[in-house]
Every structure is written in structure tokens, then in C-alpha cells.
């Protein structure tokens, strides 16, 4: 059984995103900690790109800031060796096809096997163009998550039942980023991922304060939160990690 599904045995899953490098790694590694701390029960760790095109200007901001700093998958790779020092929930990878193509695929995939990386998230690869990707992430048992967002509609089964570690329900359509209101009917697509797929489902985009989360995560398994979190890290910088746990502490209050 995959390692991430343990992300999900205990209740609903609270599952931050940080972008790794805003503003330092040092930071990152912290933040992170912070948030095991106070209940996360899974962290996405974004790897930067200079052309994230699912992302909002909030995470492209952080993006930015990280490769302008020097930022590099292999001091990505280093920091999550640190992190297996003492963090044992699961991690994923939320990154884009032109980071592992540009690192070597198999080279890239192998490395996440090796430091403890359990999934990976890519949001610029088709269903239907997963092919090469699965194929290394089957070889070296790392989850490659799949996205089901609104605009998905007759292919909802046919991903669910070939998707793996857990299933990424995007609430809204658009780029990531904060949203007043959830007005995707989110239960609707639940109800079909069930039909076909025994995966636990979490829903992000857009998710921001605790009354949203607890209701996105009444729907499913558990709520992806990025761009708020990424926020407090673009206010507060190197003291980020004190704020950061303060804001995963609510939410995961919230959910359970």
C-alpha cells in the first residue's frame, strides 16, 4: 500500500503546499517542521519554474523569489534528505514536466525514490500524455497523483480508476489562488471519483480560512491549501515558521 494513503487513515487530511527556497531553504526546512508540528498530515513541496502555468501570482511570486535566489532541484534533493531526518509523513513533489525532462526523467524519478519523496504532482501533463511519466513513477514506487478538476467531466472515471496515492480535486477553475467562495458543486464530482475509485480525494485551489476548508473536507478526505501559506511566508520571511504553524494549527482544528 502506498505511503501516502496513511496521510488519510486518521481523519481528514490537512495537506499544506509550500514552495521550496521562499524565501531560503533554511526557511522552507523550517516551515515545514512547523507545519508536522501542528497536524499537517501531508506537505506538497513545490520545486520552482520560471513558467508555472497553474499557478496564480501568488506562487509565481514565491517561484521567482526562489530561483532568483539560486534555487536548484539538487539543493531541493538535499533538503529533503535533511527533512527524512526526522519528518515522516508523506511528501510529494508539485513541480512541471520541464524540471524532470531538463534533470533527466528516470534520474529525477529515482532520486525521489531514493530521499523518501512518495508522490508527485504535475499539473501541465494530460491524462492522456502520462504515459512516459507513470511508466518510471510505477518502476521506482512513486505515486504520480492525478488532477481532477471541473472542466474533467466523462473522464472523471476514466482517471479515477487509474489514478494513484491520492486524488487531487481542483475546486475551481482558473490558476491557484485565493477565493471568496467555492462554487464548484465539488460533492457531485466526489460522488463519481467514488464510484470508480477507492483513493482518498482532496480538494484544492482556492481553499483559504477554516470554514472553506472544513467544508471542502466534508465533501471528501481532506483540503490542499497553497497560496494562503505562501502569503504568510512572503509577509513574515525567515520568521514565517511561527506564523506558518499558528495558520496549519487552525485549520487542522477545523477539519477533525
Same mark, same amino acid.
Given at each position: 500500500?502506498?505511503?501516502?494513503?496513511?496521510?488519510?487513515?486518521?481523519? %481528514?487530511?490537512?495537506?499544506?503546499?509550500?514552495?521550496?527556497?521562499?524565501?531560503?531553504?533554511?526557511?522552507?526546512?523550517?516551515?515545514?517542521?512547523?507545519?508536522?508540528?501542528?497536524?499537517?498530515?501531508?506537505?506538497?513541496?513545490?520545486?520552482?519554474?520560471?513558467?508555472?502555468?497553474?499557478?496564480?501570482?501568488?506562487?509565481?511570486?514565491?517561484?521567482?523569489?526562489?530561483?532568483?535566489?539560486?534555487?536548484?532541484?539538487?539543493?531541493?534533493?538535499?533538503?529533503?534528505?535533511?527533512?527524512?531526518?526526522?519528518?515522516?509523513?508523506?511528501?510529494?513533489?508539485?513541480?512541471?514536466?520541464?524540471?524532470?525532462?531538463?534533470?533527466?526523467?528516470? %534520474?529525477?524519478?529515482?532520486?525521489?525514490?531514493?530521499?523518501?519523496?512518495?508522490?508527485?504532482?504535475?499539473?501541465?501533463?494530460?491524462?492522456?500524455? %502520462?504515459?512516459?511519466?507513470?511508466?518510471?513513477?510505477?518502476?521506482?514506487?512513486?505515486?504520480?497523483?492525478?488532477?481532477?478538476?471541473?472542466?474533467?467531466?466523462?473522464?472523471?472515471?476514466?482517471?479515477?480508476?487509474?489514478?494513484?496515492?491520492?486524488?487531487?480535486?481542483?475546486?475551481?477553475?482558473?490558476?491557484?489562488?485565493?477565493?471568496?467562495?467555492?462554487?464548484?458543486?465539488?460533492?457531485?464530482?466526489?460522488?463519481?471519483?467514488?464510484?470508480?475509485?477507492?483513493?482518498?480525494?482532496?480538494?484544492?485551489?482556492?481553499?483559504?480560512?477554516?470554514?472553506?476548508?472544513?467544508?471542502?473536507?466534508?465533501?471528501?478526505?481532506?483540503?490542499?491549501?497553497?497560496?494562503?501559506?505562501?502569503?504568510?511566508?512572503?509577509?513574515?520571511?525567515?520568521?514565517?515558521?511561527?506564523?506558518?504553524?499558528?495558520?496549519?494549527?487552525?485549520?487542522?482544528?477545523?477539519?477533525?
Amino acid at each position: 500500500m502506498s505511503n501516502i494513503h496513511s496521510a488519510f487513515e486518521k481523519g %481528514k487530511a490537512f495537506i499544506p503546499f509550500l514552495t521550496c527556497g521562499d524565501p531560503d531553504l533554511e526557511t522552507t526546512a523550517a516551515c515545514v517542521r512547523a507545519c508536522v508540528k501542528n497536524g499537517a498530515t501531508l506537505i506538497e513541496l513545490g520545486i520552482p519554474f520560471s513558467d508555472p502555468t497553474a499557478e496564480g501570482p501568488v506562487i509565481q511570486g514565491a517561484s521567482l523569489r526562489a530561483l532568483r535566489g539560486g534555487v536548484t532541484t539538487d539543493k531541493i534533493f538535499d533538503l529533503v534528505r535533511e527533512l527524512r531526518r526526522d519528518v515522516t509523513i508523506p511528501l510529494v513533489f508539485m513541480t512541471y514536466a520541464n524540471v524532470i525532462f531538463s534533470y533527466g526523467a528516470e %534520474k529525477f524519478i529515482s532520486t525521489c525514490q531514493r530521499i523518501g519523496i512518495d508522490g508527485l504532482i504535475l499539473p501541465d501533463i494530460p491524462y492522456e500524455e %502520462k504515459g512516459e511519466f507513470s511508466a518510471l513513477c510505477e518502476k521506482y514506487g512513486v505515486d504520480l497523483i492525478s488532477m481532477i478538476a471541473p472542466t474533467s467531466e466523462n473522464r472523471v472515471a476514466m482517471i479515477a480508476r487509474e489514478a494513484r496515492g491520492f486524488i487531487y480535486l481542483v475546486s475551481s477553475l482558473g490558476v491557484t489562488g485565493v477565493r471568496q467562495e467555492i462554487t464548484t458543486d465539488v460533492g457531485a464530482i466526489v460522488r463519481v471519483i467514488r464510484e470508480n475509485s477507492r483513493l482518498p480525494v482532496a480538494v484544492g485551489f482556492g481553499i483559504s480560512t477554516p470554514e472553506q476548508a472544513h467544508k471542502m473536507a466534508a465533501l471528501s478526505d481532506g483540503a490542499i491549501v497553497g497560496s494562503a501559506i505562501v502569503r504568510l511566508i512572503e509577509s513574515y520571511k525567515q520568521d514565517a515558521p511561527r506564523y506558518v504553524g499558528e495558520y496549519v494549527h487552525s485549520m487542522t482544528e477545523t477539519l477533525n
